[in-house]
């Protein structure tokens, strides 16, 4: 869908009590219209049921009245040309209005109509037609689509007020074929007045009205302001220019036949756009409601006589094409916004001698850790901001001015960034916690034998919260590991801190905490479970004053409590379990609860 739209040749004017109204309430009398087009002071009744006695006609269904039609005006028009063609109805925000569009050229044969509205007016709109809403509403749901159109098609138009209470509305013919064709989009020769169709104006426009005629003897001018028509005194040519709003005639005096002429026309007041400010702001918000604007550009002049819209190029608000969103989504930066104010009755009175800055500067974000460990092993760590901006200012609390620094000393650092255009700064601090840190350290690990559900617990010095992994399983939280196979393993304590690790090889083994030798044949002997995964293992067995007492080694695995032959007496006894490690030096097998007792 095009979003090119120029709003031209205005139709119907609103509140013009002193002029007599254009408007035919019935189709066979529908008002021709054209390049210029007639005024409307408001409609009162529908005449007769065009519809005979329909219930619906397209979307539109019977009103208050009974009948589809309640308060109703009737247009025609022919296209002089192809391409896309539209209309604006403007109405009063708290009125409900409805219409319909007919491709006929005959009111006994309207069949259904090609663009229809019957939506009520709850959201207030300023606009109901055909293309979109010269406000940049695109959320409107009383628009039809634009029509493609080629020359010579005739329709007729049902300007509908669903209740009694209206003040009239405007029209305003829009679309792409009046930037084609400017002078002929619409067919005038289905206007048969000497004086020519209805004249919209701007005030100060010079409108010469021509009512020239071959053969005429004499002519004599009237006026019509509201209270019937009066000669002008003095005027007896065959043009005569106008400077006010009223009903014009001209009485041509013929040899055979006379002549009587009628036309109107309007002066529009012109709309005068007053000073807009500048408005800049460090939110970075990416949409901006234009219409705040409006009251700036409005001053004392009504809103419900001129219209209010904003465009990207100075080129779109003379045309009156584009107009942007009044929820804008707003660019990065400084952007000229150009205002256009148009006069609802007449759109060819405007004023686009007005823009202003929208500077929407975007405030810096921030985005890096604010918690940053520095390892005693390290001479630095860097912090801060990783890409540079060279419309931004660094300020480091330490007094550096990149966007990243390193720092040796543990602390609190805090960057102040900042972005200044066209003479506003927008700014945004982050403050990063330097702290010490160091690789864990092991101080103990409990081995427990449960037989079926062996535990290591690893004990750390907990100067941070270490994550603990087993030979090369996952990371984990905790500092146990449950049912650990028998064997040889390695506990790996990590840092997440990035300050390194630690790692301890360990081995899992099974023995009786008590034996009792006495010779009733059960218990008889001490020996340890799982040493036979360890390679070349030795185990040596002591008393408590460290004196050795038996070896035993895979061909000798058992221990009957005696020495050289001799009983030992009750006692707790030691052992040290020693193997070959994969780097084949013989390794003694740490954190084994190496003790057991003897029973007699």
């Known amino acids: 869908m095009s979003r090119f739209i120029i709003l031209c040749f205005v139709l119907l004017f609103l509140e013009l009590p002193a002029v007599s109204a254009q408007v035919s309430s019935d189709c066979s009398n529908a008002i021709p219209i054209c390049n210029n087009t007639p005024v409307n002071g408001g409609t009162t009744g529908f005449g007769i049921d065009d519809f005979n006695g329909s219930a619906t006609s397209g979307c539109l269904e019977q009103t208050l009245s009974g009948v589809v039609e309640s308060n109703s005006a009737w247009y025609r028009f022919r296209t002089g040309a192809s391409g896309q063609l539209g209309f604006n109805i403007g109405i009063d925000t708290l009125e409900d209005w409805d219409f319909a569009l007919y491709k006929s050229n005959d009111c006994s044969n309207l069949g259904e109509p090609v663009r229809c509205n019957f939506f009520d007016n709850q959201d207030e709109n300023e606009f109901i037609g055909v293309g979109e809403d010269p406000t940049g509403n695109a959320d409107n749901v009383q628009y039809e689509a634009w029509l493609d159109v080629t020359p010579g098609e005739d329709y007729y138009l049902l300007i509908n007020n669903f209740s009694n209470n209206n003040s009239g509305f405007s029209i305003q ?12 989009a619409l067919d ?16 100060n426009d010079t409108v010469i009205l021509d009512g ?14 509201g209270s019937g028509f009066t000669q002008i005194i003095g005027e007896n040519g065959p043009t005569y220019e106008v400077s006010a709003s009223a009903n014009y005639r001209v009485e041509v005096v013929r040899p055979v036949e006379n002549i009587i002429s009628d036309v109107q026309v309007f002066f529009s007041t012109m709309p005068v756009v007053n000073g807009v400010t500048n408005d800049a702001s460090c939110s970075g918000l990416a949409v901006y409601d234009l219409s705040q604007k409006d009251s700036e550009v409005l001053g004392t002049q009504s809103p419900s006589e001129f219209l209010v819209t904003y465009h990207s190029s100075m080129a779109d608000a003379v045309g009156g094409a584009n107009a942007l969103p009044k929820q804008y989504e707003t660019q990065s930066g400084s952007q000229t916004i150009y205002v256009r104010l148009t006069s609802i009755g007449n759109s060819r009175c405007f004023d686009a001698s007005v823009q202003f800055q929208l500077i929407n500067i975007e405030t810096p974000n921030l985005d890096f850790p604010t918690e940053v460990f520095l390892c005693e092993a390290d001479a630095g760590v860097s912090i801060g901001l990783e890409n540079t901006n060279p419309n931004y200012i660094y300020q480091w609390s330490s007094g550096e001015t990149s966007p990243s620094i390193v720092v040796s000393v543990e602390g609190e650092y805090k960057l102040t960034v900042t972005n200044s255009q066209s003479g506003l700064s ?10 010490t840190s160091r690789p864990p350290e092991i101080t103990d690990i409990e081995i427990e034998d449960l037989h079926n559900n062996n535990t290591v617990t690893v004990l750390t010095d907990a100067s941070a919260e270490y994550e603990y992994r087993l030979d090369d399983g996952a990371y984990q939280t905790g500092n ?17 801190q990035g300050c390194g690790d630690v790692t301890e090889q360990i081995v899992v083994i099974g023995f009786p905490k008590f034996f009792t030798p006495n010779g009733d044949g059960s218990n008889e002997y001490w020996s340890i479970t799982g040493a036979d995964l360890l390679d070349s293992p030795v185990l040596t067995i002591y008393n408590r004053f460290g004196k050795l007492l038996a070896q035993l080694d895979p061909s000798s695995s058992q221990w009957d409590g005696s020495f050289n032959g001799k009983l030992l007496p009750e006692s707790d006894y030691w052992f040290k379990l020693t193997y070959t490690a994969t780097d084949g030096q013989t390794t003694t097998a740490k954190y084994i609860n190496n003790h057991f007792s003897l029973k007699r």
């Open 426 to 435: 927008c700014s945004d601090s982050r403050t990063v916690a330097v702290q």
């Open 188 to 203: 005038c020769s289905i206007i048969n007045n000497l004086l020519g169709p209805p004249i919209a104006a701007c005030e």
């Open 212 to 225: 020239t005629t071959s053969g005429a003897l004499s002519y004599s001018w009237f006026v019509d302001s």
């Open 480 to 496: 146990k590991f449950y049912q650990v196979e028998p064997g040889m393993h390695t506990v790996t304590v990590n840092n997440p």
């Open 173 to 184: 013919f829009s679309g792409h074929i009046f930037v084609t064709n400017p002078f002929d």
